[in-house]
């Protein structure tokens, strides 16, 4: 049964840091490539970030570019998000999610897998 179990999440000021995690168990998590994205009330899923199944590669949303960077362990079959300088329309819940097709890293529909999301608040 595979499991995506992310943490991090809270309340902080706009301008403060957060550090999410996502815990991966029962599957190969090396071959899979990973998502952050984000959905806050009323709006659609967006992306966040995605990196490849080695790490060597990342992408991000240009809203956050610069200010947000995902990274992974596979030894510990985790994927984080580092999220400095935080603005109050980070405000949402962020979701990871594990993909193995080929499908657009871009795109939540691509992603087999997904987390429960944690909730991230940002006050102005």
């Known amino acids: 049964q595979v499991q995506l179990v992310e943490s991090g999440g809270g309340l902080v000021q706009a301008g403060g840091s957060l550090r999410l995690s996502c815990a991966a168990s029962g599957l190969t998590f090396r071959i899979y490539g990973m998502g952050w994205f984000r959905q806050a009330a009323g709006k659609e899923r967006e992306f966040v970030a995605a990196i490849s199944s080695d790490g060597g590669s990342v992408y991000y949303a240009d809203s956050v570019k610069g200010r947000i960077s995902i990274s992974r362990d596979n030894a510990k079959s985790t994927v984080y998000l580092q999220m400095n300088n935080l603005k109050p329309e980070d405000t949402a819940v962020y979701y990871c999610?594990?993909?193995?097709?080929?499908?657009?890293?871009?795109?939540?529909?691509?992603?087999?897998?997904w987390g429960q999301g944690t909730q991230v608040t940002v006050s102005s």
């Open positions: 999610a594990a993909r193995r097709s080929s499908g657009s890293k871009y795109i939540w529909t691509a992603y087999d897998y």
